[in-house]
Nanobody, 124 residues
Framework: QVQLVESGGGLVQAGDSLRLSCAAS????????MAWFRQAPGKEREFVAH????????DYTDSLKGRFTISRDNAKNTVYLQMNNLKPEDTAVYYCAATSFGGVWTITAGYLYWGQGTQVTVSS
């Protein structure tokens, strides 16, 4: 069982930046694919970004490419999401997810473990 704990959310203004962190309890963290999803009020949870176990491959939802960057530090069992030029439509709860199996990285069903989420609110 992998435990994931997100942090770094908060209330910011449009144009600001935030870096989210997700710390994993699993000592074999480096064997897990990691991802960030987000869920806005009244909407389904949507894919944001994925990073491979080694960190050498990343995927993003098209609309966020260039503003968001996913990275990981396997020595610290942590994955990050750097978010720049934030917009009010980025307001959501951001979730970290993990899986040790291959699959479709852009859907929630592709991940076995989830964090509790961290709230990001962007004011205009």
């Amino acid at each position: 069982q992998v435990q994931l704990v997100e942090s770094g959310g908060g209330l910011v203004q449009a144009g600001d930046s935030l870096r989210l962190s997700c710390a994993a309890s699993e000592h074999t963290f480096s064997s897990y694919h990691m991802a960030w999803f987000r869920q806005a009020p009244g909407k389904e949870r949507e894919f944001v970004a994925h990073i491979s176990a080694s960190g050498d491959s990343t995927d993003y939802t098209d609309s966020l490419k260039g503003r968001f960057t996913i990275s990981r530090d396997n020595a610290k069992n942590t994955v990050y999401l750097q978010m720049n030029n934030l917009k009010p439509e980025d307001t959501a709860v951001y979730y970290c997810a993990a899986t040790s199996f291959g699959g479709v990285w852009t859907i929630t069903a592709g991940y076995l473990y989830w964090g509790q989420g961290t709230q990001v609110t962007v004011s205009s």
